[in-house]
C-alpha cells in the first residue's frame, strides 16, 4: 500500500448492522443470513467493505445468539471484527458498534445494513470523499412514483419536488455521529434522523438501485436479480437469406443497389436480424422467431428496425445496456465497403448508443460456399450487454 493509501485507510471505519430478527420477511433465518447468488446476504457487503481500501476496520453487529456463527460466515480478515447488538432496536445495535469503534476512534464511520447486499465501491468511495467536508452524507435517490397521503382516510396527492429516498450507508465525521448518539436513548428510523434534528448539514451522494434493502420476501428475487446475476452478458447471433431477383439489398437498415434481394418475409436484412438474436441470446431470451413468427402475417415486409428496437427494449425493461456490438457481413457481391460507414451510423441509431461502441464488418469466403457462389448473404453478430 501506497503511504497516502495507509493514511487514509486509518481515516474509515464501518458498522455493519445485521442485528435484527428479519420479521417482515418471515423464514427460519434472518434475512442477512439467507442465501443470495451462492453467499449469504450480509457476506456481499462485508466484501464490499473489505475491497474498498480506504476502510480500515469493519464491525459487524450479529444477533446475540449468532455471534459465532456470524464469525464462521465471514473471511478471517484482521480488518473485521462480530460483536453481539441489541435484538429490540437497530439504533442500540449501532451504538454497540460505536462504542466498539472508541478505543481507536476513525475520523470518518460508515453506518450500513446488513439487508443491503448491493453495495458498490463507487457508492463507498463518493461517500467517503464527501465526509472530507461533510460532517454527514448519505447516498439519495429521486423518487419516481407519484406519491399520497392515505392519513385519515383519505387519498390526496403530495407534491414530489425535492423528495429524496435515502440509502445505507450513512456516513459520519466520528464527533458528529458520537455526539448525536450520547444526545438521546430514542430509537430513530435511521442514523441520518439523529443528527438532522441536531442541525447538521447532509451532502446526498448518488444512490443505486442495487442498493435496495431487502425487506419482504418478494425483494430476494429482485435482489437476486439485481445484485447477483452477472452484470455482463455476451450474446451471438446468425443469419442467411437467400438472393432473388431485385434490385437492392437491405443491411444493418441501409439500402444497397445491387442486381438481386434478398428473400425473406420481412425486409431480409440478415445483419439486424443477427444481431437482434445476439441481444435476445445474451438475455436468454429465445430467438426472433419466437418474438416475431414468420407465420405471423403482420411482419411480412416489416423493417427489421422494429425487430432490433424490441430486443433493445428487452434489455432497457431488465436493467442492460449496449456495450458494444459487432457485426460482420459474409457477401461475395454487393461490396459492401462503401456503405459500411452509414450501416454503422444506422445501427447506432437504432441501437440509442453512440456510434464508437458500434462496429460493421464485411469479408467475401473467397468465392467459397453458398456465400461464394452468390447464393445468398449471411450475417453474424456479437454484443455486449452490461448492467
Ligand atoms: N438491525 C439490527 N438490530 C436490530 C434491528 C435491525 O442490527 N435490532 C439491522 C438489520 O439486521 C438490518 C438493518 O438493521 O440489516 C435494517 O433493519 P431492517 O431491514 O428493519 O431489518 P430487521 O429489523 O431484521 O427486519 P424487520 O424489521 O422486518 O424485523
Ligand atoms: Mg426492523
Known sequence: MHNQEALLARESAAIIVAAGSGSRLGGQVPKQFLMLGGKPVLRWSVDAMLRCNKIANIIVVAPPAFVAETTALLPGDPRLRVIPGSPDSRTESVRAGLKALSGHP???????????????LDVLDELITALDTAPAACPALPVADALKDTRGGGVRSVARDGLVRVQTPQGFQWDVITSAYAATTDAAVDDLTLVEVRGAKITLTPGSETLMKITYPEDLAVAEKLIASPALRVGTGFDVHGFEPGDAVILCGVRIPHTQKLEGHSDADAGWHALTDAI??????????????????????????KFLKHAVKLAYDRGFRIANADITILAERPKISP???????????????????????ATTTEKLGFVGREEGIAAQAVVLLNR
Do not use: C, N, Y
Open 280 to 305: 435476445l441470446g445474451a438475455l436468454a431470451l429465445g430467438d426472433i422467431g419466437d418474438h416475431f413468427p414468420p407465420s405471423d402475417p403482420q411482419w411480412k415486409g416489416a423493417a427489421s428496425v
Open 106 to 120: 476513525p475520523a470518518k464511520v460508515l453506518i450500513h445494513d446488513a439487508a443491503r447486499p448491493g453495495l458498490s
Open 339 to 361: 456503405h459500411r460507414e452509414a450501416m454503422r451510423l444506422a445501427t447506432a441509431e437504432a441501437l440509442d448508443v453512440s456510434a464508437d461502441v458500434v462496429s460493421v464488418k
